[in-house]
């Protein structure tokens, strides 16, 4: 199994990404994790932005840390 922690903003706002996103989503050893900066107080209104979009996935998990950079040992680009 592998597991995707997919950025929202800047990323699932563009229909391409969306496309392969759910690509992913389709295989049934990948797991979709959105994560967000957005506050969870809008949490019902980012659902309803991811299902306007059409992504499937299957966690979000909101208030992200908010950074200028991220450092991650395992960066991986769709």
């Given at each position: 199994?592998?597991?995707?922690?997919?950025?929202?903003d800047?990323?699932l706002?563009?229909?391409?990404n969306?496309?392969?996103?759910?690509?992913?989503?389709?295989?049934?050893?990948?797991?979709?994790?959105?994560?967000?900066s957005r506050?969870?107080?809008?949490?019902?209104?980012?659902?309803?932005?991811l299902?306007?979009?059409?992504?499937?996935?299957?966690?979000?998990?909101?208030?992200?840390?908010?950074?200028?950079?991220y450092?991650?040992?395992?960066?991986i680009?769709?």
């Open positions: 199994m592998k597991v995707y922690a997919i950025d929202l800047g990323v706002d563009i229909p391409a969306v496309v392969k996103v759910n690509k992913l989503f389709n295989n049934p050893d990948n797991v979709i994790i959105i994560h967000t506050c969870s107080l809008i949490r019902k209104e980012t659902e309803e932005f299902q306007k979009q059409g992504v499937m996935y299957h966690a979000l998990v909101m208030d992200k840390l908010r950074a200028d950079y450092i991650d040992d395992k960066n680009n769709l």
